[in-house]
């Protein structure tokens, strides 16, 4: 799942695209795609900065601020309130991500990335993370995970998504990667940082396989559905197309 911040809350598309998830306050608002209201949760909790859904749009991960901590909470789209807590003490504002066939999520939690059972919370992984992590990216499969950090660290690094063992580093960018993406099949993986490039990498071997600039930072990557295409946004808001079939960016 994808979510994007407003100065009023967040909104997240479930990936099935039936569903948009939205907060505001301490509130969570679920509607269906044509626009009817389909359930409304009030009293979530306090700064809500994190709402993700798993990937066959039936769970929504929530992160939240109780009783002056942040905690990681999921709700069921079909279910009442409220949802069951499987962190405490998270990073507000980290990112979370599914593992797109298990029943897991990885967060961050208090400089150490976590693998943790949606249902029952249990730590099933976890590692120290160098930095604060910025950006999370599953392979279709799961069987890899990217990870991007601040405070100047240019890496990428990818681990094994069932034990968080590290499989390698990426290397090439020259400032912080602010975001990531894998490909539909999972033999791509591009990065967008700020130092205005865009880069795509066989994440199997660790080669580098296209790059190119942009005008300004890079601060999403996303392929299409297809695969053949790459969107890439800049902070100016810029939008350019690499087109697969052609290997040269479109517009």
């Not at 094994?160 to 499989?167: I, K, P, Q």
């Not at 990531?180 to 660790?206: C, T, Y």
């Not at 999403?220 to 100016?236: I, M, N």
Request: glycine share 10%; charged share 25%.
């Amino acid at each position: 799942g994808q979510q994007l911040a407003f100065e009023q809350g967040r909104v997240s598309p479930s990936p099935n695209e039936n569903y948009v998830a939205r907060s505001r306050n301490n509130r969570i608002t679920i509607v269906k795609n044509g626009g009817d209201l389909l359930r409304q949760w009030t009293e979530v909790g306090d700064g809500i900065s994190n709402l993700f859904w798993d990937e066959r749009g039936e769970e929504l991960v929530v992160g939240s601020v109780v009783e002056f901590k942040m905690n990681l909470a999921v709700w069921n789209r079909s279910g009442e309130s409220p949802g069951r807590v499987i962190a405490e003490g998270v990073w507000s504002g980290a990112p979370v991500v599914w593992n797109p066939l298990e029943p897991w999520i990885v967060c961050e939690t208090q400089r150490d990335l976590v693998l943790l059972h949606s249902t029952t919370g249990k730590r099933i992984a976890e590692r120290p993370a160098p930095t604060t992590i910025v950006e999370l990216a599953y392979s279709s499969d799961g069987s890899m995970l990217a990870v991007a950090t601040d405070e100047g660290n240019t890496e990428i690094l990818l681990v094994d998504g069932s034990d968080l063992s590290e499989l390698r580093s990426l290397r090439g960018h020259t400032s912080p990667v602010l975001s990531l993406s894998f490909s539909p099949d999972g033999e791509r993986l591009a990065s967008g940082g700020e130092d205005k490039m865009v880069r795509i990498w066989n994440p199997r071997s660790g080669k580098l396989l296209v790059n190119f600039g942009l005008s300004a930072k890079v601060k999403e990557v996303a392929w299409s559905r297809d695969g053949q295409k790459l969107a890439a946004l800049t902070q100016e808001g810029v939008l350019k197309i690499w087109d697969a079939t052609r290997g040269a960016v479109s517009r």
